[in-house]
C-alpha cells in the first residue's frame, strides 16, 4: 500500500500544481519531473544511470518526433494567416448561411476536425472560435461549441502524433491500435454533432437541425474510420473533416463563394494533405519525418502565396519560439513518464488499480484517460502518462489494445473541462476571465460523453474477452 501511494505522488504533484497552485504546465511538469527522479532515486527502484538515460530518452522524445510535428503543424497555420488566406478562408465559411446552427456544425465540427487533424494542440478551439465570433456568434455559446467538438478528433490530433506516442508507450501495434481508436470511439464521435447543436441553440437548434447533424456525423465518420482503418492515424480527422465541410457546404449557399480565391487560400493545407498522403504511400525506409514533410509543403504553399523566404523562415522561428514552454512541458512529462516506468511506478500503479476496480476496469478506464486530459490538456501527455499503465492492465493483446485505446479517447473528453483549453478558448473569443462561466456549461455535457466512452470500452472488452 506505501509503495502505490507513493507510485502516486509524481501524478498527484502535476494535478495539485496545475489545479491548486495553478503554476504554468511546464513549472507544474517540471516539479513533478522533480519529485519523480527523487523517489526513484531514494526507493533505489533504479540505478541513477538508468533513471537519467530515461529521463533523457523521454526528453529527446519530446523534441523529436513529437515537437517537430507540432511546430511544423502550427508553422502551416502561421504560414495561412501570414498572407492572409485565414481570412479569405473565414469569409468563405461565413458566407455559406446565416444560420448560426449551420455555422457551428461547419466551423466547429468540419472545420476544427480538420484543424486537429492538420496541427491539434488547441488550434482546432481557439481558430474556429476566433472565426465563430468574426461571423457572429455569441462568444460563450462559440468557446462552448468548439470544446463539445474538439473531444473526439483528439486521437488522431497532429497528425496522429497522440496515437504514434501511444502505441511507442505501450508497445503496441500502430495500425491495430488505429483501428481500434477509430471503431471504439463510434458511439461518442457520433454524439458530437448533435451536442454542437445543443450547445449552439438549445434544444430547439437540435428538434429543427438534426437532420444536419446527422449529414456532418457520416459525412466525418465514413471517410475517417476507412482512413484509420486502412492508412493509419495521421490523416482521419484531416479526411473526414475536409468530407464533413465539403457535404456541409453543398447544402449551404455556394452562389457567394470565391472558389477561386477559397483555392489560393487553402494551398498551404492542401499541400501539406497530398505530401504527407505521398509520404504514407512509400516504403516505410523511404519516408521522411512527418515533421519535416510538414514543414516542406507548408513553405511550398507559402511560397505559392507569395510569402517570401525570408518571411517564411521568421514565422518558423517565431513559431518554434511560442511554442517553446508547451514543448518543453510535453519533454518534461515523457521524462516523468519514463522514470516511473523504469523504477516500477507504473506497474505499481496499475496493480493497484486492478485490485481496487476488478472486473469493473473497463467501465473506469476512459476516466483515468479523462483525468489525463483534463490535467495536462493533451492527448500526447495523457498518453505518456497513463498510456503504458492502461495497456498493462490486460492479460492478452486483445485486451492492452482496448485499454490504450480508451485511454486516448478519455483524454480528449477530458479536455473539454480542461483549464488550459477553455482559458484558450476564452481568449480567442474575446471574454477572458469568464472561464468558470464556461466550464460551468461545460460540465453539464461532460458526465454524458464520458458515460458513453465508458460504456463502449465496457461493451467492446465485454466482446474482446475482456
Known amino acids: 500500500m506505501t509503495r502505490f501511494l507513493l507510485s502516486c505522488v509524481p501524478v498527484a504533484v502535476l494535478v495539485a500544481a496545475l489545479t491548486g497552485l495553478r503554476l504554468p504546465a511546464w513549472k507544474a511538469a517540471l516539479a513533478a519531473f522533480a519529485v519523480c527522479v527523487a523517489e526513484a532515486l531514494a526507493m533505489r527502484a533504479a540505478p541513477a544511470r538508468d533513471v537519467a538515460l530515461c529521463a533523457a530518452n523521454g526528453a529527446a522524445t519530446g523534441l523529436f518526433p513529437i515537437g517537430l510535428v507540432i511546430v511544423a503543424a502550427l508553422f502551416t497555420y502561421a504560414v495561412a494567416r501570414d498572407s492572409g488566406a485565414m481570412a479569405e478562408i473565414r469569409a468563405g465559411l461565413s458566407s455559406l448561411s446565416d444560420d448560426r446552427r449551420y455555422l457551428a456544425l461547419l466551423i466547429a465540427w468540419g472545420f476544427g476536425n480538420f484543424m486537429e487533424g492538420m496541427a491539434g494542440f488547441g488550434t482546432a478551439v481557439a481558430i474556429p472560435c476566433a472565426i465563430m465570433v468574426g461571423v457572429g456568434f455569441d462568444p460563450m455559446k462559440a468557446v462552448l461549441c468548439c470544446l463539445v467538438a474538439n473531444t473526439t478528433p483528439t486521437a488522431f490530433g497532429s497528425v496522429g502524433v497522440p496515437t504514434l506516442?501511444?502505441?511507442?508507450?505501450?508497445?503496441?501495434?500502430?495500425?491495430?491500435?488505429?483501428?481500434?481508436i477509430a471503431f471504439l470511439q463510434l458511439a461518442t464521435t457520433s454524439l458530437s454533432p448533435f451536442l454542437v447543436l445543443l450547445a449552439a441553440d438549445g434544444v430547439r437548434g437540435l428538434r429543427e437541425r438534426w437532420g444536419l447533424a446527422l449529414v456532418a456525423d457520416v459525412a466525418f465518420l465514413v471517410?475517417?474510420?476507412?482512413?484509420?482503418?486502412t492508412i493509419g492515424c495521421e490523416m482521419p480527422n484531416v479526411f473526414g473533416g475536409i468530407a464533413a465541410m465539403a457535404?456541409?457546404?453543398?447544402?449551404?449557399?455556394r452562389s457567394r463563394i470565391d472558389f477561386r480565391r477559397q483555392a489560393w487560400a487553402w494551398t498551404p493545407f492542401a499541400l501539406v494533405v497530398a505530401a504527407l498522403g505521398a509520404s504514407a504511400a512509400l516504403p516505410a525506409r523511404w519516408r521522411a519525418s512527418p515533421g519535416f514533410v510538414i514543414f516542406a509543403a507548408a513553405a511550398a504553399g507559402g511560397l505559392v502565396q507569395r510569402v517570401r523566404p525570408a518571411r517564411l523562415l521568421a514565422l518558423a522561428w517565431e513559431t518554434a519560439r511560442r511554442y517553446a514552454g508547451a514543448i518543453s512541458t510535453i519533454c518534461l512529462v515523457l521524462a516523468v513518464a519514463k522514470v516511473m516506468g523504469a523504477a516500477g511506478m507504473t506497474q505499481c500503479l496499475a496493480d493497484g488499480l486492478a485490485a481496487a476496480t476488478g472486473r469493473w476496469y473497463p467501465a473506469v478506464s476512459p476516466m483515468v484517460?479523462?483525468?489525463?486530459?483534463?490535467?495536462?490538456?493533451?492527448?500526447?501527455?495523457?498518453?505518456?502518462?497513463f498510456g503504458a499503465l492502461q495497456a498493462s492492465m490486460g492479460s492478452t493483446e486483445a485486451e492492452r489494445i482496448v485499454f490504450a485505446a480508451s485511454n486516448v479517447m478519455g483524454a480528449g473528453i477530458g479536455k473539454m473541462i480542461c483549464p488550459q483549453?477553455?482559458?484558450?478558448?476564452?481568449?480567442?473569443?474575446?471574454?477572458?476571465?469568464r472561464e468558470s462561466e464556461v466550464m460551468k456549461k461545460a460540465l453539464a455535457y461532460f458526465p454524458f460523453v464520458l458515460a458513453a466512452a465508458c460504456a463502449s470500452t465496457a461493451a467492446?472488452?465485454?466482446l474482446r474477452g475482456a
Open 165 to 180: 506516442v501511444l502505441a511507442k508507450e505501450t508497445a503496441l501495434d500502430p495500425g491495430r491500435l488505429t483501428s481500434a
Open 223 to 229: 471517410p475517417a474510420v476507412a482512413v484509420a482503418a
Open 247 to 253: 457535404a456541409l457546404a453543398f447544402m449551404g449557399d
Open 369 to 385: 484517460g479523462a483525468l489525463g486530459g483534463f490535467v495536462t490538456g493533451s492527448g500526447t501527455s495523457s498518453n505518456v502518462l
Open 421 to 433: 483549453s477553455i482559458v484558450l478558448g476564452c481568449a480567442a473569443a474575446g471574454i477572458a476571465g
Open 460 to 462: 467492446w472488452a465485454a
